[in-house]
Structures are given as C-alpha cells and as structure tokens.
C-alpha cells in the first residue's frame, strides 16, 4: 500500500485553517494515523484510527476519512504547529506499517 | 512514562553491520506491546524498519528483510537491530520505538553515517 500526501508543503499564517491530505492506493479502512515532526525531534502521534485525538492533543487539531482517502485539519494555527505531518497505515495482520511522503506546513 | 534511548556507533564502515540497541525504562517490554524501529535519512521522510514482540516474534520491512535482524533481551528490558552489508543509503537517524496499534512513544533518535 502506498500513501501520497499533498500538498508537499502548505504555507499560512498564525490563525489560518490547514487542510493536509493523505490518500491510499488502496482501501485501509480507518487505519490511519497522523504524526507531527518539528526540526531535530522525534514525531508525535496526533490522530489514530482516522479521526481519535491522542492523548494530550489539542481539539485543533482533527482527522477524517476512511477508505482511500483521509483529512488531518487544523482548524486555527498556533506558531508551535509549523512543523512536518504524516500519515502512516498499518496492516491488522501481520502488524506491517507505511508512511507518507510528508507535508509540511510552514509560515507564509 | 516509558522512556526509550538507542545507543551504538554513529559511524559504520560500507559493507559492515549497523547493530543499534533501544533500552526500555519505566516499562516492561514483556507488558504486551510490540517495540520496533523506524530510520529517517536526513532531510527525507520516515521509513518503517520492523517490530518485534517480547517472544521474538518479529515482521520485517519486506524491502530490508534480507539484511535485517530484530532481537530481544527481556532480562535487561531492551531489544537490538542488525543491519548488515550497509551502504551510504542506509545513513539516517534511527528511532527505536513503542508500538501498540500505533507508534505512541519514540526514543529520540540517534544518528548512523555509514562512511568509510
């Protein structure tokens, strides 16, 4: 299974809404999560199972979709969200998992 | 919390073997997640390695699997990575990491070269 993410790179404003992308060449059902990477860090889990928040995750941040074809919004910048997102999907079984490319979401 | 930290050389020669180990604290990896690997070359995106459970079962990147060896230690509450005959491409920073449905906690990464 292959993901695509788009755009690669979103440029906004502190209190805009981001609307990031993530598409499966296949149907993954609600297998799906989102992660988020600032410069020299390790990610963090956002959203899993398509649209749960993790713990400690703020009510900006959101996730939709299911099937192909998934939506991570933001629904009003902060400075600390700039950052890289990805999607990643994992099989039931065997426990196998694949990310996307990426989008990064940086200040206009 | 669970805490998490790679440890191993941060510089291999071509054709040798990257070994990495990921220490586990404030956890017991036998506690029933699955624990694993993820490496990121700089610049570019994050690329699943593998997972092992506390039995040794182990799932492997179908495109490493051939050069990969995941093991585990339950008595010193760690688990290892060998990845052999490494090439330039294999340059990344490397995360070990906790895997329950999905990957909720990461060490913070350590840095391979593979240079000679």
């Known amino acids: 299974i292959v993901l695509t993410q788009s755009p690669v790179t979103l440029s906004l404003s502190p209190g805009e809404r981001a609307t990031l992308s993530c598409r499966a060449s296949?149907?993954?059902?609600?297998?799906l999560a989102w992660y988020q990477q600032k410069p020299g860090q390790a990610p963090r889990l956002l959203i899993y199972?398509?649209?749960y928040r993790a713990t400690g995750i703020p009510a900006r941040f959101s996730g939709s979709g299911s099937g192909t074809d998934f939506t991570l919004t933001i629904s009003s910048l902060e400075p600390e969200d700039f950052a890289v997102y990805y999607c990643?999907?994992?099989?039931?079984?065997?426990?196998?998992?694949?990310f996307g490319p990426g989008t990064k979401v940086d200040f206009q | 919390q669970v805490q998490l930290q790679e440890s191993g050389p941060g510089l291999v020669k071509p054709s040798e073997t990257l070994s990495l180990t990921c220490t586990v604290s404030?956890?017991?990896?036998?506690?029933?997640?699955?624990w694993g690997w993820i490496r990121q070359p700089p610049g570019k995106g994050l690329e699943w390695i593998g997972t092992?459970?506390?039995?040794?079962?182990?799932f492997y990147n179908p495109s490493l699997k051939s050069r990969l060896t995941m093991s585990v230690d339950t008595s010193k509450n760690e688990f290892s990575l060998k990845l052999y005959s490494v090439t330039a491409a294999d340059t990344a920073v490397y995360y070990c990491?906790?895997?329950?449905?999905?990957?909720?906690?990461w060490g913070q990464g350590t840095l391979v070269t593979v240079s000679s």
């Open positions: 990491a906790r895997y329950g449905d999905w990957i909720d906690s």
């Open positions: 404030s956890f017991s990896i036998t506690n029933g997640f699955y």
């Open positions: 092992i459970f506390h039995s040794g079962t182990t």
């Open positions: 296949q149907s993954i059902s609600n297998y």
């Open positions: 199972d398509a649209s």
């Open positions: 990643q999907q994992r099989t039931n079984w065997p426990p196998t998992f694949t």
